[in-house]
């Protein structure tokens, strides 16, 4: 079939999900990292023929991706990712249950593959802690950056057997607040990409369409990334 007409089908057929967070002053943040700013150099009203700001932020801002080298020195930075990288079939877990600061055990994800089917080679499996409820509790976003849940290593361990593509989380980091991180290690080292605060996932099925875009940053840690998920309509 013409590849132009399966695009065209596909986008007739299908129901776009953001599922980013949009990048703005004043947005929660690691507290190590530089916050997102925004200063107009240029405007309408100012009399300039045009409108434009200029932009700081943290590779690692908002949604993100975190590149190999986040992690693990020598690795591939955000620039070498493959373009379909983040492209392909979305798993979502839900892991709404999670207490705070605690990790999600091997089991769950068993009872979801029991319940929904079997995670496969080259998925891009997100779990789904709530935490992009708390993201929504704003000015301050204090309930966000404190004790989030994760997931547990052996949970990472199976992912890597599996030979995803990527795994992501709503939360800050997709290892647990008080940890140091094994997860990060498990999988970047591996060449499984790590996406973090996401948003609306509480909106899809267990499995959809999925498609990821980072910014194409020299020796980047990781990037922005603008994601999308796509459903059947119904």
Same mark, same amino acid.
């Given at each position: 079939?013409?590849?132009?007409?399966?695009?065209?089908?596909?986008?007739?057929?299908?129901?776009?999900?953001?599922?980013?967070?949009?990048?703005?002053?004043?947005m929660p943040k690691w507290?190590?990292?530089?916050?997102?700013?925004?200063?107009?150099?240029?405007?309408?009203?100012?009399?300039?023929?045009?409108? *434009?700001?200029?932009?700081?932020?943290?590779?690692? %801002?908002?949604? *993100?991706?975190?590149?190999?080298?986040?992690?693990?020195?020598?690795?591939?930075?955000?620039?070498?990712?493959?373009?379909?990288? $983040?492209?392909?079939?979305?798993?979502?877990?839900?892991?709404?249950? %999670?207490?705070?600061?605690?990790?999600?055990?091997?089991?769950?994800v068993l009872e979801f593959e029991k319940e929904h089917g079997e995670i496969k080679q080259g998925d891009i499996v997100f779990f789904h802690f709530g935490w992009d409820y708390k993201y929504a509790l704003k000015p301050d976003g204090q309930a966000f950056l404190k004790d989030w849940p994760g997931i547990a290593p052996e949970v990472?361990?199976?992912?890597?057997?599996?030979?995803?593509? #990527?795994?992501?989380?709503?939360?800050? #980091?997709?290892?647990?607040?008080?940890?140091?991180?094994?997860? *990060? #290690? $498990?999988?970047l080292g591996n060449e499984i990409n790590i996406i973090e605060n996401a948003a609306n996932l509480g909106e899809l099925p267990p499995f959809f369409s999925c498609v990821g875009l980072p910014l194409k940053i020299k020796d980047g840690s990781g990037s922005p990334l603008r994601l999308v998920a796509f459903i059947d309509k119904q």
């Amino acid at each position: 079939m013409n590849g132009i007409k399966i695009m065209e089908d596909f986008l007739q057929n299908t129901r776009a999900i953001d599922l980013t967070l949009t990048l703005e002053e004043g947005m929660p943040k690691w507290p190590t990292q530089p916050p997102f700013s925004a200063v107009t150099y240029e405007a309408l009203e100012w009399g300039f023929d045009s409108y *434009h700001r200029g932009i700081s932020m943290c590779e690692h %801002t908002g949604t *993100h991706i975190d590149a190999a080298c986040h992690f693990v020195p020598g690795t591939d930075s955000i620039e070498k990712l493959p373009l379909t990288q $983040i492209m392909g079939r979305g798993v979502k877990i839900d892991a709404v249950g %999670t207490e705070p600061r605690a990790s999600l055990e091997l089991d769950k994800v068993l009872e979801f593959e029991k319940e929904h089917g079997e995670i496969k080679q080259g998925d891009i499996v997100f779990f789904h802690f709530g935490w992009d409820y708390k993201y929504a509790l704003k000015p301050d976003g204090q309930a966000f950056l404190k004790d989030w849940p994760g997931i547990a290593p052996e949970v990472g361990e199976y992912l890597l057997g599996k030979k995803v593509k #990527a795994v992501g989380c709503d939360a800050l #980091a997709l290892d647990a607040d008080g940890t140091d991180y094994p997860n *990060h #290690a $498990i999988l970047l080292g591996n060449e499984i990409n790590i996406i973090e605060n996401a948003a609306n996932l509480g909106e899809l099925p267990p499995f959809f369409s999925c498609v990821g875009l980072p910014l194409k940053i020299k020796d980047g840690s990781g990037s922005p990334l603008r994601l999308v998920a796509f459903i059947d309509k119904q």
